[in-house]
């Protein structure tokens, strides 16, 4: 048969796999080609192809190829901690969150977990790799995925699978395990070489490579604030009874969605109002700097801690180093030409320092106002000054970094790192990536806002994410604080506004998969209204409705 790469036509056996075809091109690349695109589709490798097909190749370094890798790695991990500790002594394995570039995973039965255990199960997982298992996949109908699910005592799945409208599921196996995955698989496990496991805080870390380097598995480096943030977000959560999506529905179902939503809103209250306290308590603090990633909800948050800084007794004012950006023309380009806003030279530092050392020595100053339609720095006309009691809550990407604010010191600054990391996972073994919550946020409000489509903003995330890993990961340990604006409810409620949006990318678009990828995330949940969510949630950035000028 012929089949079509790179609009040049090529002869195979009419049984060829896909496996067998990515062998033949893999000269052409330079990572491991783990994935395949057949007429437009995604498809594994243990797929055969029709005649005339065109053909493309995903690897480790492509997001999708990398997600891949992961998802089949954590598999391989699961079926090892069985064969290693056996089944019967398995109450359940968790997969949390991701961390540095790993999973976190706890283990609860007749086991004790530790650094002698992660390098069994580690031997264990090489053993099979050598061994090139088969991960293969079958479509079963949804009551029998259940039934499977049920004997293998994965309640968790059983659940998820209850209210879900889709009559297939896709069942993998792996040396004899059964198990449910939230997209694509390797062909088997001889493409996961690369992998370490490391014990820590009780549980497992599977350490795997990046992006970048996708034959480089760096040393573990445990992100401790993040780490307590992420365990207390599930925490809260799970004083909610909510671990996962089946257990959200469920809430939904029985009309307790109020409930969930009165008690994860009163919790960020809580939250902030004990991170008011702590400012207040810090007598030196005069700046409060505010950063996190895109659609962390940091305008919104910002607001909320102004007010509640307001019943500490405090004066708060507001500001936004956005408003120091230079003039447009003078901002510098990366390498295809697009201004570079993320980047800290983008703002005017010394300008910025200038202003906040003389309001800390009790001067006032003329702060700026960037004019977004004309891209230049102008006077706002506001004066501001910074007499006892006054205190200054700043927001922006570079906030944690101490390149922005050299000439303060460290006393007069408390920084506050917010991001919104899922609490839920879609059950015990597929995990909802916080990336994925912030995407899915900036689709709603991109539209609502700028009237961007789903596939605009869909073009431009990497972009995003670029400059979130340039800017703002690498400083987010010098908080003071993190906090963690995701609600256990928000999904079900974005879902309304997003799946339209995400609908509307065309199938010939770049970003056509990736709105499938989130397209079938939201199906998992029932649908919410916005009715219960308070005016001052920070949904409502985003969903619209809020009471605040944001």
Same mark, same amino acid.
């Given at each position: 048969?012929? /089949?079509?790469?790179?609009?040049?036509?090529?002869?195979?056996?009419?049984?060829?796999?896909?496996?067998?075809?990515?062998?033949?091109?893999?000269?052409?690349?330079? @990572?491991?080609?783990?994935?395949?695109?057949?007429?437009?589709?995604?498809?594994?490798?243990?797929?055969?192809?029709?005649?005339? @097909?065109?053909?493309?190749?995903?690897?480790?370094?492509?997001?999708?190829?990398?997600?891949?890798?992961?998802?089949?790695?954590?598999?391989?991990?699961?079926? $090892?901690?069985?064969?290693?500790?056996?089944?019967?002594? /398995?109450? %359940?394995?968790?997969?949390?969150?991701?961390?540095?570039?790993?999973?976190?995973?706890?283990?609860?039965?007749?086991?004790?977990?530790? $650094?002698?255990? +992660? @390098?069994?199960?580690?031997?264990?997982?090489?053993?099979?790799?050598?061994?090139?298992?088969?991960?293969?996949? %079958?479509? =079963?109908?949804?009551?029998?995925?259940?039934?499977?699910?049920?004997?293998?005592?994965?309640?968790?799945?059983?659940?998820?699978?209850?209210?879900?409208?889709?009559?297939?599921?896709? =069942?993998?196996?792996? &040396?004899?395990?059964?198990? *449910?995955?939230?997209?694509?698989?390797?062909?088997?496990?001889?493409?996961?070489?690369?992998?370490?496991?490391?014990?820590?805080?009780?549980?497992?870390?599977?350490?795997?490579?990046?992006?970048?380097?996708?034959?480089?598995?760096?040393?573990?480096?445990?992100?401790?604030?993040?780490?307590?943030?992420?365990?207390?977000?599930?925490?809260?959560?799970?004083?909610?009874?909510?671990?996962?999506?089946?257990?959200?529905?469920?809430?939904?179902?029985?009309?307790?969605?109020?409930?969930?939503?009165?008690?994860?809103? +009163?919790?960020?209250?809580?939250?902030?109002? %004990?991170?008011? +306290?702590?400012?207040?308590?810090?007598?030196? =603090?005069?700046?409060?700097?505010?950063?996190?990633?895109?659609?962390?909800?940091?305008?919104?948050?910002?607001?909320?801690?102004?007010?509640?800084?307001? $019943?500490?007794?405090?004066?708060?004012?507001?500001?936004?180093?956005?408003?120091?950006?230079?003039?447009?023309?003078?901002?510098?380009?990366?390498?295809?030409?697009?201004? %570079?806003?993320?980047?800290?030279?983008? =703002?005017?530092?010394?300008?910025?320092?200038?202003?906040?050392?003389?309001?800390?020595?009790?001067?006032?100053?003329?702060?700026?106002?960037?004019?977004?339609?004309?891209?230049?720095?102008?006077?706002?006309?506001?004066?501001?000054?910074?007499?006892?009691? &006054?205190?200054?809550?700043?927001?922006?990407?570079?906030?944690?970094?101490?390149?922005?604010?050299?000439?303060?010191?460290?006393?007069?600054?408390?920084?506050?790192?917010?991001?919104?990391?899922?609490?839920?996972?879609?059950?015990?073994?597929?995990?909802?990536?916080?990336?994925?919550?912030?995407?899915?946020?900036?689709?709603?409000? &991109?539209?609502?806002?700028?009237?961007?489509?789903?596939?605009?903003?869909?073009?431009?995330?990497?972009?995003?994410?670029?400059?979130?890993?340039?800017?703002?990961?690498?400083?987010?340990?010098?908080?003071?604080?993190?906090?963690?604006?995701?609600?256990?409810?928000?999904?079900?409620?974005?879902?309304?506004? @997003?799946?339209?949006?995400?609908?509307?990318?065309?199938?010939?678009?770049?970003? *056509?998969?990736?709105?499938?990828?989130?397209?079938?995330?939201?199906?998992?949940?029932?649908? +919410?209204?916005?009715?219960?969510?308070?005016?001052?949630?920070?949904?409502?950035?985003?969903?619209?409705?809020?009471?605040?000028?944001?």
């Amino acid at each position: 048969m012929t /089949i079509f790469y790179k609009n040049e036509p090529y002869e195979f056996a009419e049984d060829t796999t896909l496996h067998e075809m990515a062998e033949y091109f893999q000269h052409e690349y330079s @990572a491991p080609i783990i994935l395949a695109s057949v007429d437009g589709k995604l498809k594994e490798l243990f797929h055969k192809v029709p005649e005339g @097909a065109m053909i493309s190749f995903i690897t480790i370094r492509d997001k999708i190829g990398h997600k891949t890798y992961q998802r089949s790695c954590s598999m391989l991990f699961f079926v $090892a901690a069985e064969r290693v500790i056996g089944k019967e002594k /398995i109450k %359940r394995i968790v997969l949390h969150f991701s961390i540095d570039d790993g999973f976190y995973y706890t283990i609860e039965g007749d086991v004790k977990v530790n $650094a002698a255990l +992660a @390098a069994a199960i580690e031997k264990k997982m090489r053993a099979m790799v050598e061994a090139d298992l088969p991960i293969t996949k %079958r479509s =079963v109908g949804t009551d029998q995925a259940r039934s499977i699910f049920r004997r293998q005592g994965f309640h968790d799945k059983e659940k998820l699978f209850s209210t879900r409208l889709a009559s297939r599921v896709n =069942v993998y196996t792996l &040396d004899g395990y059964q198990d *449910y995955y939230y997209g694509y698989m390797t062909v088997s496990t001889g493409y996961l070489r690369n992998f370490k496991l490391f014990y820590y805080r009780k549980g497992i870390v599977l350490q795997m490579p990046n992006m970048v380097e996708p034959d480089v598995v760096h040393q573990f480096i445990p992100e401790r604030q993040f780490f307590k943030t992420q365990i207390e977000g599930e925490e809260w959560a799970a004083r909610q009874d909510i671990a996962n999506i089946g257990d959200l529905n469920e809430k939904i179902i029985r009309g307790n969605l109020r409930d969930v939503i009165l008690f994860s809103e +009163a919790l960020q209250e809580e939250r902030i109002a %004990r991170l008011a +306290a702590k400012i207040k308590a810090r007598k030196d =603090v005069k700046f409060v700097m505010i950063a996190g990633p895109s659609s962390s909800g940091k305008t919104t948050f910002s607001q909320r801690l102004c007010i509640q800084l307001t $019943a500490q007794g405090l004066r708060p004012h507001y500001i936004g180093v956005d408003n120091y950006f230079i003039d447009r023309a003078k901002i510098p380009l990366d390498e295809e030409g697009n201004k %570079r806003y993320e980047d800290l030279e983008a =703002v005017d530092v010394e300008l910025f320092n200038e202003h906040m050392t003389e309001l800390l020595g009790g001067g006032t100053v003329s702060l700026p106002r960037f004019d977004f339609i004309t891209g230049l720095q102008v006077d706002s006309g506001e004066k501001l000054s910074l007499p006892d009691g &006054d205190i200054l809550v700043i927001e922006g990407i570079h906030c944690l970094n101490d390149d922005l604010s050299p000439r303060l010191p460290a006393s007069s600054k408390f920084k506050v790192y917010i991001s919104a990391l899922t609490q839920l996972n879609i059950d015990d073994h597929n995990r909802i990536p916080s990336s994925e919550g912030r995407l899915i946020r900036r689709i709603v409000r &991109d539209h609502r806002t700028r009237g961007y489509s789903a596939a605009d903003t869909l073009s431009m995330w990497s972009k995003v994410r670029e400059g979130e890993e340039r800017n703002i990961f690498p400083h987010q340990e010098n908080a003071d604080v993190f906090f963690n604006s995701a609600l256990p409810y928000e999904a079900a409620v974005l879902k309304l506004y @997003a799946q339209p949006l995400l609908f509307q990318v065309p199938r010939d678009h770049p970003q *056509y998969h990736e709105a499938l990828h989130l397209l079938k995330f939201l199906d998992y949940f029932i649908t +919410a209204p916005l009715d219960d969510v308070p005016t001052n949630s920070i949904l409502r950035e985003f969903c619209g409705g809020g009471c605040f000028r944001l």
